[in-house]
């Protein structure tokens, strides 16, 4: 089981932004694909992704609900991966896990058997005035 860790979530305003940030000091993250998926509060986390990104950087997807306002990307010499979040509504609240893939095939951001599978615990993202 990989071991990613997330940070960067908390308490914002609605239109305001969070730097989510996923890592791990226990290999490296370059020939994975890393996917940032979204819990809802008393939900279970959604099949699909948030956003995802390839290990090139070459294929990034992002949801409907999120496009123009979040950013994906990544940082190899620091082996992070950031979510870059702007314009946040109370609909994004919930916590927010990223997962790594390293047979990513690029066609669609979703978990499933054997997809995004190694995850890391999740960090907490709450927009309320």
């Known amino acids: 089981q990989l071991q990613l860790v997330e940070s960067g979530g908390g308490l914002v305003q609605p239109g305001g932004s969070l730097r989510l940030s996923c890592t791990t000091s226990?290999?490296?993250?370059?020939?994975?694909?890393i996917g940032w998926f979204h819990q809802a509060p008393a939900r279970e986390p959604e099949a699909e992704g948030v956003s995802c990104i390839s290990a090139n950087s070459r294929t990034t997807i992002y949801a409907g609900s999120v496009k123009g306002r979040f950013t994906i990307a990544r940082d190899n010499a620091r082996n992070t991966v950031y979510l870059q979040m702007n314009s946040l509504k109370p609909e994004d609240t919930g916590v927010y896990y990223c997962?790594?893939?390293?047979?990513?095939?690029?066609?669609?951001?979703?978990?499933?058997?054997?997809?995004?599978?190694?995850w890391g615990q999740g960090t907490q993202v709450t927009v309320s005035s």
């Open positions: 997962a790594a893939d390293p047979n990513w095939t690029g066609n669609v951001c979703r978990r499933g058997p054997g997809v995004f599978g190694s």
């Open positions: 226990k290999f490296t993250l370059d020939p994975y694909a």
